[in-house]
């Protein structure tokens, strides 16, 4: 129901059309590559696709972090409501060790048992004495006048969230596998992390899969200067280790980084490469070292362990091409989004200040020393990748999204709703047997109202006719 | 079977609830005019619907595309057809010009007007549209051919900018399937390179100075070169058409996909009026009926008649 809110199809705000408008607006770069407007819209939209897959994320997020409030409430209730049987337990025994029913208290203690029954799952035991022992999964949770309390244990690092629920006493988790506290537990800790989880896969691959083939295109100008977006955990750290930091990581392969000399209009290629276990200092003196064998223009450096590219004067801009080691996507050079999952997805800010460096053409070498601002070639290739397998399964982004996410959502939400009228219609028919032995019926209480009061007139009136027989009788004496 | 007073009420107030839920939904689909408003009302249909409006989406998307390469492809057509005129008046100059009859100034008249036709030839290979030169290749904003000109301001020869000219420009009008929709200055007007055989310009200027030198053998053999070179235009040109025409087909199919399109979106998502103003009346009579009797069942009991 909820989560179903948040994504808001179908509708012209859901992710369905957002992402339409999105691919639709790089075909707009692609017909207009040298066109400002059509890449400023192109921002606005990846701007609003970015700020809706991380709107939906925090909602879901959110959702969670509210249901802790709902489990701890419940769970304070459940305790109450077991002390509550407890203590009648303790009462029903005292009363009927003369041999007398408490029937009231009986009723009572049935109610607080139906309320609890709500709640969480139990078994019940009545025993000889009158009262009730009431077990969750083998441990009791009411045994005589004692009530077992049931603690719930918390995560102090994570926003105070409640990991598990335990008993108090043994401290050892407690088995809920239905009532109001299960769906909770069970909406918390499986249903909506399934649904977070297939929105970052979504966020992950679009980020990689627009990535990739941004980082080999060039903008309308080369660069100037450019920081990597991504930066590293230490600069002597294997870029392709577990430890580096980085969530894409790279691998073996090279790029291209060709310098423009504007003073001279000629442009030097400078072949980049990296191999498994270069860390971020590697990768710098790699790159100062091919610069320099193609005629120097500009230097590479590190600060705050991300890599900084510069050139060394007014002359010189530079741009990249053919990256099939991955360096430039996982440090976020030249990359079209910043962010690594459904919660940070955003546009990489060098793009968004600058709409010229959108990558919507390919440098294409030999005769051609400048880069031309017709040139599509890049974007055509981005357009492409809507069609391409790009997720789990062999799945398009709109394949995944459409199906494995809200159809699947579609699907449990439907399940969910018809389990519900099912187990209405199931309690429904228990509550009339109950009501069947149970209940009381005006008019058979009413009908026999008269027997009885008929009864009483005769009997009265009988009394009247003996009453009179006895004062003849006295009277003859 | 025991029936009590509170098995009734229940009854009662289940059946009225579920009713008045049945009447909420058709409200809701009725007032919104769509039959699915969320994912839950439709499990099975809802990927359909969203994949179909992508594929809409889409459509419209190649449909602009289509658009806009058939206007770029207009311009070169337009233009191409231009300089093929130009070529034919200076090919008709040149005959004239190599009648015996005529006298070294009347010449120098005609290669006066076959220089501004060279003008012209280099200014259409130069056109623009919206600001972009057609001939240009990916370089739009650099004139493709550069004129070297002599004392007197005449074209000598013309030479190419290189950056980009050779490049196609793709168009994107369907799944994985682009279009190139422009001419290549280079191909049409200079194919072998500057000065080479098949330059028009080259032909052109040749031909200027034939009539002004009188080199009548000359004029001649450079009339011949000019048939080819007016074939490579005339070429180019139906290569034009031919794409104009595969565009235009395109586009229609897609108008056709586009309706089926909307025809599949509105069986998918729209509400059936007519179905559901009926079941709405009928459950609106059920809940009047309801009520009407479970108010009056419910006050009786033996109670009333003692």
């Known amino acids: 129901g909820k989560i179903e809110l948040y994504f808001n199809e179908p509708s012209s705000a859901g992710l369905n059309s957002i992402m339409n408008e999105f691919w639709g607006a790089w075909h707009d770069v692609s017909n207009n590559p040298s066109d400002q407007t059509a890449r400023v819209a192109l921002l606005q939209q990846a701007d609003q696709f970015a700020g809706t897959v991380q709107d939906i994320d925090a909602k879901m997020n959110n959702l969670r972090l509210s249901l802790d409030n709902t489990l701890e409430q419940k769970v304070t209730y459940v305790n109450s409501l077991a002390t509550q049987i407890a203590a009648l337990n303790g009462q029903i025994i005292g009363y009927e060790a003369d041999g007398r029913v408490a029937n009231d208290l009986r009723d009572r203690r049935d109610a607080l048992q139906s309320e609890l029954a709500q709640l969480i799952n139990f078994s019940v035991n009545e025993q000889d004495n009158g009262s009730v022992a009431l077990f969750i999964d083998g441990e009791a949770l009411v045994w005589y006048t004692q009530a077992n309390a049931l603690a719930l244990e918390r995560d102090y690092s994570d926003e105070l969230t409640i990991r598990d629920i335990r008993w108090e006493f043994s401290g050892k988790p407690v088995n809920i596998s239905s009532g109001e506290i299960g769906g909770v537990l069970a909406a918390r800790d499986t249903i909506i992390p399934a649904y977070i989880q297939k929105l970052d896969d979504l966020a992950q691959g679009v980020i990689e899969a627009v990535n990739s083939v941004h980082t080999g295109g060039v903008g309308l100008s080369g660069f ?49 490469a990296f191999s498994a276990g270069d860390t971020l200092e590697d990768l710098r003196d790699a790159i100062n070292t091919a610069v320099t064998a193609a005629g120097g223009g500009v230097t590479a450096s590190i600060s705050s362990h991300r890599l900084n590219l510069a050139h060394d004067s007014a002359n010189y801009t530079f741009f990249f091409s053919d990256d099939n080691s991955k360096v430039l996507n996982s440090l976020g050079l030249n990359t079209f989004f910043s962010g690594s999952d459904a919660s940070n997805i955003a546009v990489n800010a060098v793009v968004k200040n600058s709409p010229a460096m959108i990558a919507a053409a390919k440098y294409v070498g030999g005769t051609d020393t400048d880069i031309n601002p017709g040139d599509n070639s890049n974007a055509l290739e981005i357009i492409s990748l809507r069609s391409q397998a790009a997720l789990a399964d062999g799945a398009t982004f709109d394949t995944f999204y459409n199906t494995k996410l809200i159809g699947a959502l579609g699907v449990e939400a439907n399940q969910a709703t018809r389990m519900r009228e099912n187990q209405e219609i199931i309690v429904a028919q228990l509550q009339t047997r109950i009501d069947e032995s149970s209940g009381v019926s005006l008019d058979e209480e009413m009908s026999n109202l008269l027997q009885f009061q008929q009864a009483y007139i005769a009997a009265a009136k009988y009394m009247v006719v003996v009453g009179q027989a006895l004062d003849e009788l006295l009277r003859i004496i | 079977m025991r029936i009590t007073q509170s098995m009734l009420t229940r009854q009662y107030l289940n059946d009225v609830t579920t009713i008045s839920e049945k009447l909420a939904k058709y409200q809701t689909q009725i007032a919104s005019g769509k039959k699915i408003e969320r994912p839950s009302d439709d499990p099975v249909g809802i990927p359909q619907l969203m994949t179909v409006n992508t594929n809409l989406a889409e459509i419209t998307q190649h449909q602009d595309n289509i658009k806009q390469a058939l206007y770029w492809l207009d311009s070169t057509s337009l233009n191409l057809g231009n300089a093929e005129d130009a070529i034919l008046e200076v090919s008709s100059l040149g005959n004239k010009g190599l009648s015996g009859l005529l006298t070294a100034e009347e010449r120098s008249v005609i290669a006066d007007q076959v220089d501004q036709y060279l003008e012209d030839v280099l200014s259409y290979a130069n056109a623009t549209v919206g600001g972009k030169y057609v001939f240009g290749g990916t370089q739009l904003d650099t004139a493709p051919f550069i004129a070297q000109r002599n004392a007197a301001g ?70 011949t070169d000019l048939d080819t070179g007016l074939d490579q235009v005339v070429r180019e040109n139906s290569n034009v058409g031919t794409k104009i025409n595969r565009l235009n087909f395109a586009q229609e199919r897609l108008n056709l996909q586009a309706l089926s399109s909307h025809e599949q979106i509105s069986a998918l998502q729209d509400t059936d009026y007519v179905e559901v103003l009926m079941k709405y009346q009928t459950q609106q009579n059920i809940f009047e009926t309801a009520l009407s009797l479970g108010s009056r069942l419910l006050q009786n009991s033996l109670v009333n008649y003692l």
């Open chain 1, 224 to 272: 100037t200067a450019l920081s990597a977006d991504n930066a590293v955990s230490s600069d002597s750290e294997a870029l392709d280790g577990s430890n580096s930091g980085l969530a894409f990581a790279p691998q073996d392969g090279s790029f291209l980084l060709h310098i423009k000399n504007s003073a001279t209009n000629t442009v030097s290629d400078a072949t980049v």
């Open chain 2, 154 to 223: 005449e074209i000598v020869s013309v030479s190419q900018n290189p950056n980009g000219i050779d490049q196609d420009i793709r168009r994107n009008i369907g799944a994985n399937q682009t279009v190139v929709v422009n001419s290549k200055g280079g191909t049409v007007f200079q194919p072998a390179g500057a000065g080479a055989g098949g330059d028009i310009f080259e032909m052109i200027a040749g031909i200027r100075d034939a009539l002004r030198s009188g080199d009548l053998a000359g004029l001649s053999a450079r009339l």
